[in-house]
């Protein structure tokens, strides 16, 4: 089968495309024809190895799929690694069956970036009624879920952040209630003024350096700033527990692997509801775009220079 393989650590020049041996499916787990696999910021990181789990040698990169089981089912899965690829192999666990409303693009934006916008608003932070939320990257994959999902959530005022003046329009189109620049040098006072002179309830974080401590410093007391990613590669100032204490702040990491060690299948819960809302049209994945294996490289390359939003797929068979 045709798959994209790391043999050596590094940017998107070490993605190449090559034939490897079809996986097999071992007792609990299922081997799935791949249509779409999803393409994650996390995999830029996967492909040079400064991901939160270390990554092995030789690797075939994508920890999301969605495809056909060999009994028919179409299903959304979780595979670690192994996604760039035409198969892939996924424990039962953690694969998911699609809806037939639900399409590809929806299915892959769902499981990993829904899920995400679900956990970080539900359990992260308890979003309340009423209350602002700033959602830094609010074009990306987790951020144009989680500006609809706030809103439908009865947030009282979405704020959303973004590089470009288009990216600033999409989130506006998906609900958020003013859009500022991400590179707005008094990033704290413009969030202020952006929720109408009052500090923010909620912010949800992945790009680190100066926009975590600037986004700290816009918390109203008993404000929760919730972090996910660190897109900017920069590590924010430490934090000291005094300062926390001036403001009665929180400050929450989430990583969506550690949603399987709770009780009950929180992803079920999770999935149930977003392709709910999604199949009522109250939910909608943007398609970020599509590329073929030999595109994988620009794919990365995109993600990194921050030129996509929304969701983007690899598609395998090309």
């Known amino acids: ?88 192999v996924a424990p039962e666990a953690l694969a998911w069956d699609v809806p037939d409303a639900i399409d590809d693009v929806t299915a892959l934006g769902m499981i990993v970036q829904g899920a995400s916008a679900w956990v970080l608003l539900r359990r992260s932070v308890h979003l309340e009624p009423g209350e602002s939320v700033v959602v830094h990257a609010a074009a990306g994959g987790v951020g144009t879920l989680a500006v609809q999902l706030a809103k439908a959530w009865g947030a009282g005022r979405v704020i959303a952040t973004a590089s470009s003046a288009g990216k600033r329009a999409l989130a506006l189109e998906l609900g958020a209630d003013v859009a500022i620049d991400a590179n707005e040098p008094d990033l704290t006072g413009a969030l202020i003024e952006a929720n109408g002179g009052k500090r923010v309830d909620v912010v949800l974080e992945m790009t680190g350096g100066t926009v975590t401590d600037q986004s700290l410093r816009a918390l109203a007391p008993f404000g929760r700033l919730a972090f996910y990613g660190m897109a900017s590669r920069k590590e924010p100032s430490p934090i000291r527990p005094a300062t926390l204490m001036a403001h009665s702040t929180t400050i929450a990491g989430m990583w969506l692997a550690h949603v399987f060690q709770l009780p009950g299948d929180v992803m079920r819960t999770a999935l149930d509801e977003l392709f709910g809302l999604a199949a009522d049209g109250r939910l909608r994945v943007v398609a970020g775009g599509e590329y073929g294996l030999t595109e994988v490289r620009r794919a990365h390359e995109d993600l990194r220079a921050r030129r996509t939003a929304g969701k983007l797929v690899l598609d395998p068979s090309r």
Not at 5 to 31: D, K, R
Not at 37 to 65: C, F, K, R, W
């Open 1 to 88: 089968m045709r798959a994209i393989q790391i043999t050596e650590f590094g940017g998107p020049e070490v993605l190449n495309v090559t034939e490897l041996p079809e996986p097999s499916a071992g007792p609990g787990h299922l081997l799935i024809d791949v249509s779409r696999a999803g393409i994650n910021y996390a995999d830029t990181h996967q492909a040079e190895n400064s991901y939160l789990a270390a990554s092995t040698l030789p690797m075939v990169p994508g920890g999301e799929v969605v495809g056909t089981t060999a009994d028919g089912r179409r299903v959304v899965a979780l595979v670690g690694t192994g996604g760039y690829a035409e198969k892939a």
